[in-house]
């Protein structure tokens, strides 16, 4: 058989769990946060609530790939 780990090898870390922490608590912040701000932004008729979902879901996406992105940054320039 192949082995992709070596005995004693560490999949995971302190660093790591840290890493998971902190993009959770950021990203679990700012998804209700941007569908918020879109839906107090939703003004006019109907169609409005429609986009405005549609936009809040966009933000949360575009923003949780930006959490994503500078927290892994931040992490690799600190060899974590």
Do not use: H, W, Y
């Amino acid at each position: 058989p192949v082995r992709l780990v070596k005995p004693g090898q560490r999949l995971v870390d302190a660093a790591d769990l840290v890493g998971f922490a902190l993009k959770s608590a950021a990203c679990g912040l700012f998804i209700p946060l941007a569908g918020s701000a879109m839906g107090l932004a939703a003004r006019g008729e109907i169609a409005a609530v429609g986009t405005a979902t549609t936009n809040g879901v966009v933000a949360a996406c575009a923003g949780c790939l930006g959490i994503d992105l500078t927290i892994a940054l931040v992490f690799q320039l600190l060899n974590l």
